[in-house]
């Protein structure tokens, strides 16, 4: 039994960690929920122990995991010291600010023989792992480009906010599951070319981002708005023989905000009017339009992982340089885009 405590009783602990490790009773044991106030918004779950005093999982010897559940702003601090405090430590995304942070986080673990990971459960995402088998099927021949886009309609949310932070950029928030996503199945691009923009205008909020990461001959991009009114297709595939389009998104955060739960048997799962469409040429030179039913995203497997992980000596299925690598790419862009506003002033 993997024993875990949570930092933070917030909406990520509740909506998008808290039911995907508590679905697994058999293999993990939550024990404690730490959070600076009592009072919250979210219904508290029987037999889990609730805090304000940090020393309750520190101090705690049953406890082997610590999920950190707090702003991004924090990341680094809370999982130095969880470390410190002798626990392993899953942190949530965007892991950290800057890459020398991330390494320190990594070194640290490493000295001390503990685990630290990124809570990267977009890997996981139904949309994604079709896009997989359709590639991996071999049916579209040699790919050429990928397009991910992770689009919403909120103005609302760079219109609400008047000055650039990392705790609001739209590319820290939101590109870290599409880059984790792409690193994770295609590994370090040779090039990328990054346009990373403030659409409100110079020192508000980083609401969108076009990144085109180049392998060889093809090119994977990931482009995500705040002002799409109508969404983009979520991954669009071109190969030598044929496209695969996936329209809508993986639907587990739609059911979690609907508190439609895990446990549920259709939780997530994909109706046909979800499915992709793939169309092609065959090696006789036949035409071919059909859907694809959708692979199951299931969150859980992150919690399986870390299960495996310290519980079984496995290893661990987001790589340290994985991590490292997204960090760079996140705080380059930021970089760049502050760079080309200083030429332009």
Not at 13 to 42: C, E, G, M, Q
Not at 168 to 174: M, P
């Amino acid at each position: 039994m993997l024993t875990i405590a949570y930092i933070g009783n917030g909406k990520s602990a509740n909506r998008y960690h808290l039911p995907f490790s508590l679905k697994l009773k058999d293999k993990i044991k939550v024990k404690t929920i730490y959070s600076r106030t009592k009072t919250t918004a979210w219904k508290r779950i029987e037999g889990v122990h609730y805090t304000t005093d940090i020393n309750d999982i520190y101090n705690d010897p049953e406890i082997q995991l610590v999920v950190v559940s707090t702003p991004s702003s924090s990341h680094f601090q809370i999982g130095k010291a969880v470390l410190e405090h002798g626990k392993n430590a899953l942190i949530e995304k965007p892991f950290t600010e800057t890459y020398q942070e991330a390494k320190e986080l990594f070194d640290l673990a490493k000295s001390k023989g503990l685990l630290v990971q990124c809570y990267q459960n977009r890997r996981y995402d139904s949309d994604f792992l079709t896009t997989q088998k359709v590639i991996e099927s071999g049916v579209l021949g040699d790919i050429l480009e990928v397009e991910m886009h992770y689009d919403y309609y909120r103005p609302e949310v760079p219109e609400g906010v008047k000055e650039f932070s990392l705790d609001t950029s739209y590319l820290y928030g939101h590109a870290c599951h599409t880059l984790d996503q792409v690193i994770s199945y295609f590994g370090e691009p040779d090039n990328v070319h990054y346009e990373v923009r403030q659409l409100l205008g110079e020192n508000r909020m980083n609401d969108y981002f076009d990144l085109d990461l180049f392998y060889g001959g093809m090119k994977v991009s990931v482009k995500s708005s705040y002002f799409r009114i109508k969404e983009r297709p979520s991954f669009v595939v071109y190969g030598k023989k044929g496209m695969f389009v996936k329209q809508t998104k993986d639907r587990q955060e739609e059911h979690l905000k609907m508190f439609y739960m895990p446990d549920h048997p259709n939780f997530g799962i994909d109706l046909p009017q979800h499915y992709g469409v793939l169309t092609y040429l065959d090696d006789s030179g036949k035409y071919h339009e059909e859907k694809v039913v959708s692979e199951v995203g299931d969150y859980s497997r992150v919690y399986e992982g870390l299960y495996e992980a310290i519980i079984n000596g496995k290893e661990k299925t987001v790589k340290d340089e994985e991590t490292l690598l997204q960090i760079k790419m996140l705080e380059t862009g930021i970089k760049k885009m502050q760079k080309k506003r200083v030429l332009k002033g």
